[in-house]
Nanobody, 130 residues
Framework: QRQLVESGGGLVQAGDSLRLSCVAS??????????MGWFRQAPGKERDFVAA????????LYADSVKGRFTISRDNAKNTVYLQMNSLKPEDTAVYYC?????????????????????WGQGTQVTVSS
């Protein structure tokens, strides 16, 4: 079993920055064995992929809409994954979810689809005003 808890969301103005954190409580295989992802869901829209990072932190993947503005990272010693969000835009407004893909330990291929992740946090709201 594992539990993911996001934090760091809030209300900011366009151009501001936020850093989201996601802390994992795990039993069984270590947090550091698996890829992590961030997704977001705006009101009335589907949940979309934002970023993913492999178990070691060496491989990262971003949605085109956030590339160059957002950075995903992880600290395996703290069981934590981060999403640094810079130059925020109103269209970034959404609930942000972290997720873990425990299908394959030490996977090298990063997932971008919801069904590829099996553990999810409860989400944290990010609102960007214009």
């Amino acid at each position: 079993q594992r539990q993911l808890v996001e934090s760091g969301g809030g209300l900011v103005q366009a151009g501001d920055s936020l850093r989201l954190s996601c802390v994992a409580s795990v039993s069984g295989r270590a947090f550091s064995d698996y890829s992590m992802g961030w997704f977001r869901q705006a009101p009335g829209k589907e949940r979309d992929f934002v970023a993913a990072i492999n178990w070691s932190g060496e491989s990262k993947l971003y949605a085109d809409s956030v590339k160059g503005r957002f950075t995903i990272s992880r600290d395996n010693a703290k069981n934590t994954v981060y999403l640094q969000m810079n130059s925020l835009k109103p269209e970034d407004t959404a609930v942000y979810y972290c997720a873990q893909d425990t299908a394959t330990p030490f996977a090298q291929v990063l997932g971008v689809m919801i069904h590829e992740y099996d553990y999810w946090g409860q989400g944290t709201q990010v609102t960007v005003s214009s």
